[in-house]
């Protein structure tokens, strides 16, 4: 019996790269190897040169995309990817059309966002999305964290001080984190994770969803079930019914949200002036869900009640990155690098290796799958 063959677009990095490729062949799948994002690819041909096929194009270029994807009239059943590739109408026709000896049946994400995806666009062309919710929740949950710590304290404006021989003092000492609160808008997975830690530092943790009860158990409603479940946390954030009243009543607010139409733009002007003098954002979610000339506009306002932001996610990322933001000193921005810690990278690998698997063998049952 012929194989299904899966294409890995960017695999995980490093180490993680040999059980990854381990975990699919152990599934019975032939793998094709995009070495564009493999820090080694002459280890990599060395190490895997017989087992795996290798092609080597830039994904986020699609059209060599889908020309790798369907080279040769072959096709691939699976396509997998972690960096959030573009997978829109072009892509998903092209890979699926007829006369393909192994049309595109399954996307697997490793990872919980599947906004790259056109959803609906799958659905018609009959491909499956998966994803691995969950993955990497304390990961992220920790980056928030160490992003409210640096604001808090103004770690980044010492360390350059230092580093220019300035032995700078506090102009005015900073809050404990027991005396501030801290509002989490998507109480999900990791925004309960976050919630967990900030209350065991002493922080007020209330929550906003957008949907009703979703901030006592683990299966929160702002992202996909997940295939093993997840624990509560220890000391659930007290319930906020209103958006509005969150933000006014919050010193950090932190966002957990999938990018969706509905989310798309949900914290603007108007929100952002809801917030307390002296207020910190947070964003580790999605770029688009946050107005970015917003909130550089603010950030820019010595009289805005806005007085720091951090940012890893952005509208336009990778070879497109280009933000409002730049440049800003109360800014503090990251590549998107919140949820890419060894433990998570590897749990997103493997699970979305395993859920690759089952569905190209007509095994659905407990995978998470995501429509539009």
């Not at 980056?143 to 604001?151: C, R, T, V």
């Amino acid at each position: 019996m012929e194989r299904s063959r899966v294409l890995l677009v960017d695999a995980a990095p490093g180490a993680l790269l040999g059980r990854e490729l381990e975990r699919l062949l152990g599934h019975g799948l032939a793998v094709t190897l995009n070495l564009r994002r493999v820090a080694d690819g002459a280890g990599a041909r060395a190490d895997w040169g017989g087992r795996v096929d290798f092609t080597d194009f830039d994904p986020f270029d699609e059209a060599a995309l889908l020309a790798e994807t369907v080279r040769d009239g072959l096709g691939h059943h699976a396509v997998k990817s972690r960096a959030g590739v573009p997978l829109r109408a072009a892509f998903l026709a092209g890979a699926t059309r007829p006369g393909l000896a192994h049309p595109l049946r399954v996307i697997g994400r490793a990872g919980a966002g599947t906004d790259h995806v056109e959803l609906a666009a799958a659905a018609r062309h009959g491909v499956t999305v998966t994803h691995t919710p969950g993955s990497n929740a304390d990961a992220v949950a920790e980056f928030a964290l160490a992003q409210l710590l640096a604001l808090t304290r103004g770690l980044r404006s010492y360390d350059e001080a230092a580093h220019r021989g300035e032995w700078r003092a506090a102009t005015a000492p900073p809050e404990e984190l027991s005396e501030l609160t801290l509002g989490i808008v998507g109480p999900g997975r990791i925004g309960l994770a976050l919630a967990g830690r900030a209350s065991a530092l002493g922080m007020e943790v209330q929550a906003f969803s957008r949907r009703p009860a979703t901030t006592s158990g683990p299966s929160a409603p702002d992202l996909a079930p997940a295939s093993t479940p997840q624990p509560a946390p220890a000391s659930a954030p007290r319930p906020n019914r209103s958006l509005p009243d969150l933000l006014a009543t919050s010193d950090v607010v932190s966002l957990h949200l999938p990018l969706t139409p509905e989310t798309r733009g949900l914290i603007g002007r108007a929100e952002l002036a809801l917030m307390r003098p002296g207020a910190i954002l947070l964003n580790t979610a999605r770029g688009g869900i946050v107005d970015e000339q917003a909130l550089a506009d603010a950030l820019r306002d010595p009289a805005h009640p806005l007085a720091a932001a951090a940012v890893d996610t952005f509208e336009h990322e990778h070879a497109a990155f280009a933000s409002p933001l730049f440049g800003l000193p109360n800014a503090l921005l990251t590549p998107h690098v919140a949820g890419m810690t060894r433990t998570a990278m590897a749990t997103a690998a493997l699970r979305c290796a395993d859920h690759i698997a089952a569905l190209l063998a007509w095994r659905p049952e407990g995978i998470p799958v995501v429509t539009a």
